[in-house]
């Protein structure tokens, strides 16, 4: 690799560590036949992740880390005293092939700082892909980040390249955002998510590839004061309304020289954790955010345990519930039963009345979720009530935790 290709990759690979919505998850099964280069057939996309949660799978890089916006909390501001750099599409082009040919990447995910305009940035972008799909005959994955001031159609050529857009809340409240990224406005992200939703529900309703893997956001945590709670409440107002994909959570980092209105450490990583946990009982157990929310105090998660064990010690008064005889909604609130456990116990209990052993059988383990059902052999009773329940299992969680 040329000496002044690799400088640019360093910085610029280094720059876009921040952006946490990079996974690959939903990209249509592709193959590129023989004259073509790339595939995500078969084994799909695949992903491994360094310890701050960089998603390494895929070429994750930045066009140019210029920007002529001053976002406070971001290290690329035009006010920020960073090394910079800058690709050109061919370089971009290039690396993406040579990389992927050497089985380091199986796709593409490509962002950049705002250079002359919103539109021209958009342009670049759209070029790469499109130099990518047509000129080079690239079948892998590609992941484009959208700059929501460019032009509609800017936008909407971006979606006939690219598997998934996505485009940055980066902030859960409007205030949050008018205080810290002046330059940018909820209105106008909120416009370029409608866009592309509606795009991509055309395009399926047609037949045609619009953004197959749909589109996702990111919040920062932990900038602007926001509460859990908040941050959830834009999350889910997010997946109603916009039908993204996935909402993802960053926990907020410290930068060089930065203002004094940033925190001066980031929140505990283990915040990061619970949003993803309370985000996957959202989309997928059927939760609401005042109920995940209850399960802490002052509209924060509980750091010492799960969200959906946070609330069911907070609503004792619900359980123990028979496995033998609960619907299926209040067995899915039961911590340490995933959703196959309970589709198993629900689909077993049909021929037979269901003891620990069957439930073992079923779930795997019991630690968590012993106290919280009754079974044909085994009825907890009142012991839901003793005053050392929750030690008991921050205990048994923070052991499981070491394995």
């Known amino acids: 690799m040329d000496e002044a290709v690799a400088r640019k990759l360093r910085v610029l690979a280094d720059a876009a560590k921040y952006d946490a919505s990079c996974a690959s998850s939903g990209a249509p099964k592709r193959s590129a036949g023989r004259d073509g280069i790339g595939s995500t057939d078969k084994v799909g996309i695949c992903h491994s992740y360094t310890p701050d949660g960089r998603c390494v799978s895929l070429l994750k890089v930045l066009l140019t880390n210029y920007c002529l916006f001053d976002c406070v909390y971001c290290v690329n501001r035009r006010s920020s005293n960073v090394q910079r750099a800058r690709f050109s599409v061919n370089e971009i082009v290039d690396l993406t092939i040579a990389f992927y040919k050497r089985n380091y990447i199986e796709g593409l995910f490509l962002s950049s700082g705002i250079i002359r305009s919103p539109d021209y940035t958009m342009e670049q972008l759209v070029l790469v892909a499109k130099t990518l799909r047509q000129e080079r005959g690239y079948r892998g994955y590609i992941h484009l980040k959208t700059i929501p001031e460019a032009s509609p159609w800017l936008i909407e050529q971006a979606g006939l390249w690219a598997d998934r857009l996505s485009v940055n809340l980066e902030l859960p409240t409007d205030e949050g955002l008018a205080r810290l990224a002046p330059e940018k406005t909820a209105t106008t992200i909120r416009s370029a998510m409608g866009q592309m939703r509606e795009r991509i529900a055309q395009g399926r309703a047609e037949g045609r590839s619009f953004s197959p893997a749909g589109q996702s956001t990111q919040l920062i945590v932990g900038a602007d004061g926001a509460s859990d709670e908040a941050i959830l409440q834009t999350s889910a107002g997010l997946y109603e309304s916009y039908d993204l994909r996935r909402v993802y959570y960053s926990a907020f980092s410290p930068i060089p020289d930065s203002s004094a209105v940033l925190p001066s450490r980031s929140p505990p990583l283990q915040r990061e954790n619970r949003l993803y946990q309370a985000d996957w009982l959202l989309r997928h157990y059927g939760f609401a955010v005042d109920e995940i929310a209850s399960g802490g ?107």
Not at 328 to 339: F, I, S, T
């Open 297 to 403: 105090e002052g509209g924060m998660l509980d750091l010492d345990v799960d969200p959906k064990l946070a609330w069911a010690l907070k609503n004792r008064h619900r359980f123990p519930v028979d496995v033998n005889l609960a619907d299926r909604e209040m067995l899915l609130r039961v911590p340490g039963l995933g959703k196959r456990a309970v589709d198993k116990i629900v689909a077993t209990r049909r021929h037979a009345r269901l003891g620990l052993k069957d439930l073992t059988r079923l779930t795997g383990t019991l630690k968590r979720a012993r106290p919280f059902l009754i079974a044909d052999d085994h009825h907890p009773g009142r012991s839901l009530d003793a005053l050392d329940l929750r030690p008991r299992l921050v205990e048994a969680e923070a052991q499981m935790s070491l394995f």
